[in-house]
T-cell receptor
Framework: SQQGEEDPQALSIQEGENATMNCSYK?????LQWYRQNSGRGLVHLIL?????REKHSGRLRVTLDTSKKSSSLLITASRAADTASYFC????????????FGKGTLLTVNP | DTGVSQNPRHKITKRGQNVTFRCDPI?????LYWYRQTLGQGPEFLTY????????KSRLLSDRFSAERPKGSFSTLEIQRTEQGDSAMYLC?????????????FGPGTRLTVT
C-alpha cells in the first residue's frame, strides 16, 4: 500500500520559477527520501532527510520535514526544462530502514 | 557503466506463460530490492535480499512469484502462469550495507506486458 501522498498530482510552471511539492505520510518514519523519475534516467535519488532533521539543502533543492504533521515538502528553485519529471517521496521505516514506501508522485512540467 | 542493470528491458508474453527477469546490482551493494510500478503509481515493494538471504516478501508477491539471489550477486524474479494484472514495470534496486547509506540505486526496469 502507498504510504505517502504527494500534492499536487500535477504541476506546470515556467522555466525559472520555483516548484513546491508536498508529501504526507501515515506512520512513524526513520527517514524520508525524494526521488525523481523520468523516461531517460529512471528513478534517481535526490535527497534524504532524517526524522530528527527539519530542513536540508542540496543545490537547488530544499526539503523540509514536519514529523508532528507527518508531512514533507520539496522545493526546487530556479527550475529548468530538464527538471520535468515525476517526483516521489519515499519513507523508510522499521529497524533496518531497508524498505521504501513510495507515494503516487507529482508530475512536474517545466515549460521553456 | 557501473549502475544497476536489468534484463530484458521489455518483455511481451502471453497469459499463462512464465517469465524471468534478471537484475545485476552495483558490485559492492549487498542489499537488493524488487519493486513493481504500475501506470500513475509509485513503486511498490515486493521483496528484499541481504546477500543471498531473502529477508522479506510483500503480500503482493503471490505464490506465482519467486525471487532468488543464489550467490549474493545478481538476482532473478520469476513469474509463473502470468496474468494480465501482472503487466507493470519491475524495478530492481540495490544499496550499501546497513549502517552506510539508506539511498537506493534503481535500475532502468523491465516493462512486462501480458497479452
Amino acid at each position: 500500500s502507498q504510504q505517502g501522498e504527494e500534492d499536487p498530482q500535477a504541476l506546470s510552471i515556467q522555466e525559472g520559477e520555483n516548484a513546491t511539492m508536498n508529501c504526507s505520510y501515515k506512520t512513524s518514519i526513520n527517514n524520508l527520501q525524494w526521488y525523481r523519475q523520468n523516461s531517460g534516467r529512471g528513478l534517481v535519488h535526490l535527497i534524504l532527510i532524517r526524522s530528527n532533521e527539519r530542513e536540508k539543502h542540496s543545490g537547488r533543492l530544499r526539503v523540509t520535514l514536519d514529523t508532528s504533521k507527518k508531512s514533507s515538502s520539496l522545493l526546487i528553485t530556479a527550475s529548468r526544462a530538464a527538471d520535468t519529471a515525476s517526483y516521489f517521496c519515499a519513507t523508510g521505516s522499521g529497524g533496518s530502514n531497508y524498505k521504501l514506501t513510495f507515494g503516487k508522485g507529482t508530475l512536474l512540467t517545466v515549460n521553456p | 557503466d557501473t549502475g544497476v542493470s536489468q534484463n530484458p528491458r521489455h518483455k511481451i508474453t502471453k497469459r499463462g506463460q512464465n517469465v524471468t527477469f534478471r537484475c545485476d546490482p552495483i558490485s559492492e551493494h549487498n542489499r537488493l530490492y524488487w519493486y513493481r510500478q504500475t501506470l500513475g503509481q509509485g513503486p511498490e515493494f515486493l521483496t528484499y535480499f541481504q546477500n543471498e538471504a531473502q529477508l522479506e516478501k510483500s503480500r503482493l508477491l503471490s505464490d506465482r512469484f519467486s525471487a532468488e539471489r543464489p550467490k549474493g550477486s545478481f538476482s532473478t524474479l520469476e513469474i509463473q502462469r502470468t496474468e494480465q494484472g501482472d503487466s507493470a514495470m519491475y524495478l530492481c534496486a540495490s544499496s550499501l550495507p546497513l549502517g552506510h547509506s539508506y539511498e537506493q540505486y534503481f535500475g532502468p526496469g523491465t516493462r512486462l506486458t501480458v497479452t
